[in-house]
């Protein structure tokens, strides 16, 4: 009965693992789906009862993994607003695509330490299909036909001090863009909205 | 007017609190109205504003513009010159059309407007056009901004400074595929999916053919004729007429014929020998035109290059005569260390592939004459025997092979740089491969246990047809010299010709009027005319 328990628990800390977690499969499987690095150079994985695609390619692995762990603590410090994928021309250096995740953060979790009643499986569950939404999303993405790079973005609180290897950068919208609302989830502590917006076709 | 009179006295009457100069008033007034004053006008009016007045048509006057209120007009009756404006402290909100605007301070609220004023400039420092826009416009603009930017201005963007790796130099978005409108990969579809026949077009009866995985005992020649070894003899099927002819029978019942060759030009046929003599027939006259002796095990492998014919033997050596000289005999290339099995030139003559029961492929030069011959390549990746080999005959320096049974695979080779292109799990022994002429594929035979033919399409190695029906293994295969046809040889005793190559007709037919239209260009103008 108390292993049933402590599963249902949701800490602070757990929610920032997941959300991070799940950062790094969306981050992965956007790269895959759009095609930015070679299909080749992705390894299949299990997660959230899918089959996603996750990078092999060392540099990109490292690059990954220290965003994500800067962003873990901004998580759990709730001061982290939203995380943006820019996919960005590298000819003309014009922004082509711009995924966007919306984080909300339940901010009484901060002083609370009781934790929240939900399921993990209920929770990879909702992951599982923002996932799954992603790589449908190519059915209706136009094709990024030149060469493209990605960018990380990330949007925190007005008063956060910016460690030495972050910079500050523009929005980098999109001019003339559609936007695709995708499914949201949440582990009851942080919220997470994923939203694509493309250029639009002309 | 009396009426008048009779008013003024019950007004008076009613009011007992009105000031008492009203008695003396009414006197005069009294006085006025028996004079005969103007009878138009209003008589309270007149007894109000013209009791103090002598003149009483100017202060008629004034009275009809200022007062309504006879009893306070009396009040002030002691300056009657000033009338107009000793009225105004009564009505202070309704200054008089004058000149000079004074402002009234009770009226402007200076704590409201002092805490507006403030407030603002601390709400919104950094918008210094704000006092300039409507509020409307300003309420506009911040649904605008917060519609673009979300709550931009209360959040910071950064980004890590250094940047992901860009993709490899040259990799282009593959996923073009997933976008092409779906017309295109139909048609295409139709051109590359054909139809194969699954039955064999004809069976052919091979009583007391060897079963004998090391032998090679089918070939066919440029002049369409089949040569097939049963046993001791070697019968020739006409493939256009279908006559048979015995070619010859060896002398003794323990002799067999362990592997036939013909010459590129199809007339003189290679027997190789379970003596170990390699003979050279002419088919024309059927007749035995040499017999070359020299191997000490039987001959299982036989190979052309021009005008020299190679033979494997059991003892692994690989003698090559020179059937035009008298010393036949100008090389040996001794690689192996158990029997040759498998034995193919190059189509370009340049290099010689061997393949032993010792599970070793060689690729040798073609300097047969080598005193101390080295193979340039040895590979030892299978795990059986290596009997199959087939060169690719549209890139001349690949090889296929395939192994026996602990093998089961079939490996591609580029003999020009060694490397090992692919290889591909058949999960069954390999007897022999052959390429097709027409088609990007191959084809397989196999043993246990589906006893098929597998055509593969090259380079992606995916199965486009299984062709079955022989009841035991498939050990050689031979191709019709116009590559549409493939025979194959099982050790059920049955040869079945199978027509899976067929040439498409409108391909052939459109090929036709290409190069007729090349030799006629004279046509090729009036046709586009």
Redesign the interface.
């Known amino acids: 009965m108390a292993a049933t328990v402590t599963q249902n628990a949701i800490t602070l800390k757990g929610s920032t693992e997941i959300v991070a977690e799940f950062f790094m499969y969306g981050i992965n499987s956007i790269l895959y789906q ?6 080749e150079t992705f390894t299949r994985a299990q997660k959230y009862g899918l089959t996603l695609l996750v990078t092999t ?1 060392e ?2 692995k490292k ?2 993994n ?2 994500i762990s ?1 962003i873990k603590e901004w998580l759990f410090n709730m001061t982290v ?2 995380l943006v994928v820019v996919i960005r021309s ?1 000819d003309t250096n014009e922004v082509l695509e711009r995924w966007q995740f919306d984080v909300e953060c339940d901010k009484t979790a901060l002083t609370e330490s009781k934790p929240r009643e939900k399921s993990e499986k209920e929770i990879s569950k909702e992951i599982g299909s923002v996932i799954r939404q992603i790589t449908a999303s ?1 059915t209706f993405l136009p ?3 030149s ?12 008063n ?1 001090e ?1 460690p030495e ?7 980098q ?1 999109i001019a003339n863009s559609e936007e695709v609302r995708l499914r949201t989830f949440t582990t009851t502590i942080h919220k997470v909205d994923t939203m694509v917006a493309y250029k639009k076709s002309d | 007017m009396n009426h008048f009179s009779l008013e003024n006295e019950i007004s008076s009457a009613v009011r007992m609190d009105a000031p008492i100069t009203r008695g003396p008033a009414l006197r005069w007034q009294r006085k006025m109205n028996e004079s005969g004053a103007d009878a138009s006008t209003s008589g309270n009016i007149l007894n109000v504003s013209c009791g103090p007045s002598k003149t009483p048509m100017k202060s008629m006057n004034r009275s009809m513009t200022q007062s309504k209120t006879p009893s306070t007009g009396s009040s002030a009756s002691k300056t009657p010159k000033s009338g107009g404006k000793s009225k105004t402290p009564n009505k202070p909100k309704t200054p008089i059309g004058g000149d000079r605007f004074i402002p009234n301070r009770s009226t402007t609220q200076f704590e409201l407007g002092y805490y507006k004023l403030t407030t603002e400039n601390a709400g919104q420092p950094d918008e210094e056009n704000l006092d300039l826009m409507s509020p409307s416009k300003m309420e506009y603009q911040k649904i605008m901004s917060e519609n673009l930017h979300g709550d931009l201005l209360n959040s910071k963007i950064i980004s890590y400074k250094s940047k992901a790796p860009g993709a490899p130099e040259g990799y282009h978005n593959g996923l073009k595929v997933l976008y092409s409108s779906c017309k295109t990969p139909i048609i295409n579809a139709k051109k590359t999916v054909r139809h194969i026949p699954q039955v064999p077009e004809r069976i052919l009866d091979a009583p007391e053919v060897l079963d004998d995985y090391y032998l090679n005992l089918l070939d066919w020649s440029a002049n369409n004729q089949l040569a097939v070894c049963l046993g001791g003899s070697v019968y020739l099927w006409n493939a256009s007429t279908g006559d048979i002819t015995q070619l010859l029978q060896l002398e003794t019942s323990e002799e067999y014929v362990g592997a036939v060759a013909w010459v590129k030009e199809g007339n003189y046929l290679a027997v190789g020998c379970s003596t170990g003599e390699v003979q050279l027939w002419d088919i024309a006259q059927e007749k035995r035109l040499r017999n070359m002796t020299g191997h000490v095990a039987r001959v299982g492998s036989l190979s052309w290059n021009g005008p020299i014919l190679s033979s494997g033997s059991r003892s692994g050596n690989i003698h090559h005569h020179d059937v035009r000289m008298v010393e036949h005999h100008v090389g040996t290339f001794s690689g192996h260390s158990q029997e040759v099995c498998g034995l193919k030139w190059s189509p370009d003559g340049r290099y010689l592939a061997s393949g032993g029961n010792d599970n070793l492929l060689n690729i040798w030069g073609a300097n047969v004459t080598d005193t101390s011959p080295q193979p340039t390549y040895v590979f030892s990746q299978h795990l059986a025997a290596v009997k199959a080999l087939a060169w690719c005959p549209w890139q001349p320096s690949v090889l296929a092979s395939g192994g026996g049974t602990a093998d089961r695979h079939i490996r591609f080779w580029n003999c020009a740089t060694g490397s090992c292109l692919d290889s591909v799990d058949t999960k069954s022994q390999v007897c022999a491969i052959l390429w097709s002429k027409e088609y990007k594929e191959l084809i397989s035979s196999h043993g246990f246990a589906l006893n098929q033919l597998t055509i593969w399409k090259y380079p992606t190695m995916t199965k486009v047809a299984e062709l079955t029906g022989h009841s035991s293994r498939v050990l050689h295969m031979a191709m019709s010299p116009d590559g549409s046809t493939v025979v194959s040889a099982g050790a059920d005793e049955t040869l079945r010709l199978w027509k899976c190559f067929a040439l498409d007709e409108e391909k052939k037919k459109a090929m036709k009027s290409v190069s007729k239209d090349k030799h006629n260009p004279i046509t090729q103008r009036s046709l586009i005319r």
Do not use: M, N
């Not at chain 1, 060469?147 to 007005?158: G, H, P, Q, R, S």
């Not at chain 1, 290897?165 to 929005?171: D, N």
């Open positions: 759009r095609g930015i690095y070679p299909p390619d540099q990109l690059y990954l220290e965003v800067q607003k939203k590298i190519v094709l990024l036909e060469a493209c790079e990605f960018d990380l973005l990330v949007y925190t609180d007005k956060l910016v290897a972050w910079g500050e950068s523009g929005p919208f």
